[in-house]
């Protein structure tokens, strides 16, 4: 499974707001940006943070996509 933040780096831009801004606002770490920016999974703590910074919903902030593993045929 993959995790795509693509809702939230357009929210960024929408609010006029840095990276380095949110994390300064909410208190999310640099290791935790980063992690988001390669499309990982973060703690359900983090999206709570964003929801609730931005009062938005889940989906305002992150998309999950599937992926497909050689073999795995669904």
């Not at 840095?18 to 994390?23: Q, V």
């Amino acid at each position: 499974m993959a995790f795509l933040y693509k809702p939230l780096w357009k929210l960024l831009i929408d609010k006029e707001l840095s990276k380095k801004e949110l994390m300064r606002e909410t208190g999310i770490s640099k290791s935790t940006m980063d992690k988001m920016g390669r499309g990982q999974p973060v703690s359900m703590d983090i999206i709570e943070r964003l929801c609730s910074h931005f009062h938005c919903q889940i989906e305002d902030v992150v998309e999950h996509v599937e992926s497909y593993e050689a073999g795995d045929r669904k």
